[in-house]
């Protein structure tokens, strides 16, 4: 039940394109979900993030939907550029005061390449 | 400064070396963290530091020991590796535990075991 689901592995998007990277979750405790960024030879770096009773927040090019209902959210990165070319994960965190406080949990990760 | 800085960047150690990965931030932090990964695959949580006290240990073996002597550094002491041990060891430090506080990731420690 601690697991993120992440699809696809891989993906390649020519640029200008949407690049569309989904998850889902079973962990109900789960009350944040942030996506990172990891470019080779980096730690990974947080990009967006979005708690459960929002159901969409974009910053810029990047847009998180959630649906809660069905435990599901995605990142959309629009107008997809190489620059966007790296690994992204999407992860969940336990709610405050849980036995798992602090925990934070990533999906298997996405493989992007933008091609130009 | 919002950078967590790791040493050092890469590792090589035999199956008897005794060595010391180090972590450090100054941002003013309480919570620290180490992370593995391997090749291709998410990073896996080993240990928590929360006001310098231990907060999670995921089940690692002993022959990974953790210390943090104060708020702002993390070490990570490693005896008697296997081969399978490498990966590359992140370090992370977010201002609390709370689920919204942002975790700031070093850039690693890539460690080989010979």
């Known amino acids: 039940q601690q697991q993120v689901k992440q699809s696809p592995q891989s993906l390649i998007v020519q640029k200008g394109g949407i690049s569309i990277i989904n998850c889902a979750y079973e962990n109900t405790a789960f009350d944040y979900f942030p996506w990172y960024q990891q470019f080779p030879g980096k730690g990974p770096a947080l990009l967006i993030a979005?708690?459960?009773?929002?159901s969409e927040k974009k910053e810029g090019r990047f847009t998180i939907s959630f649906n809660k209902s069905a435990k599901q959210f995605s990142l959309h990165i629009m107008d997809s550029q190489p620059g966007d070319s790296a690994t992204y994960f999407c992860a969940a965190r336990n709610k405050d005061g849980s036995s798992n406080t602090g925990k934070l949990i990533f999906g298997q990760g996405t493989t992007l390449q933008v091609k130009p | 400064d919002t950078e967590v800085t790791q040493t050092p960047k890469h590792l090589v150690m035999g199956m008897t070396n005794k060595k010391s990965l180090k972590c450090e931030q100054h941002?003013?932090?309480?919570?620290m963290y180490w992370y593995k990964q391997k090749a291709k695959k998410p990073p896996e949580l080993m240990f928590v530091?929360?006001?310098?006290?231990?907060?999670i240990n995921e089940s690692v073996p002993s022959r990974f020991s953790p210390e943090c002597p104060n708020s702002s550094l993390l070490n990570l002491h490693l005896h008697a590796l296997q081969p399978e041990d490498s990966a590359l060891y992140l370090c992370?430090?977010?201002?609390?535990?709370?689920?919204?506080?942002?975790?700031?990731f070093g850039s690693g420690t890539q460690l080989s075991v010979l």
């Open positions: 979005i708690r459960p009773d929002v």
């Open positions: 530091y929360s006001y310098e006290k231990l907060s």
């Open positions: 992370a430090s977010s201002q609390g535990l709370r689920a919204n506080e942002k975790l700031f």
């Open positions: 941002m003013g932090h309480r919570a």
